[in-house]
């Protein structure tokens, strides 16, 4: 799916900027944003299903909030202030480093899914 997703963003997204009366700036600042997009969304599918549902379906929510909160905090948002604030790398690599927390989520879940810490007995209560 991400690698369909990624098709139709170049495909769908360099035809729909066509549509706009944009300056030449403008139109390589976006294309190099969809660049970064399609990146992204080669991960996110991956990232979304074992986090959204499977690990959560399987009751490791507690491993999750802490991954998202961790992977955020520790990464993403100091990573996008430091790529646009600091270095001000052009839009590409700061959207990429806004969006990294769906690479690592990919990588890392996929790893947690091999064992079986995230799988919980249902309690009756």
Not at 15 to 31: F, K, N, P
């Amino acid at each position: 799916m991400g690698a369909i997703s990624a098709v139709l963003v170049l495909l769908i997204g360099i035809w729909s900027i066509g549509l706009y009366e944009i300056t030449e700036s403008t139109y390589a600042i976006t294309v190099s944003m969809m660049q970064a997009s399609t990146l992204i969304v080669l991960f996110q599918p991956t990232a979304s299903t074992t986090t959204k549902g499977v690990l959560r379906g399987g009751g490791d929510t507690r491993f999750l909030m802490v991954a998202d909160v961790i992977f955020q905090w520790c990464a993403s948002i100091p990573l996008g202030y430091l790529a646009g604030l600091v270095l001000q790398l052009p839009p590409f690599w700061v959207l990429i480093t806004l969006r990294i927390h769906y690479v690592i989520k990919a990588v890392w879940m996929s790893f947690r899914m091999q064992g079986d810490k995230w799988i919980h007995k249902v309690k009756n209560v």
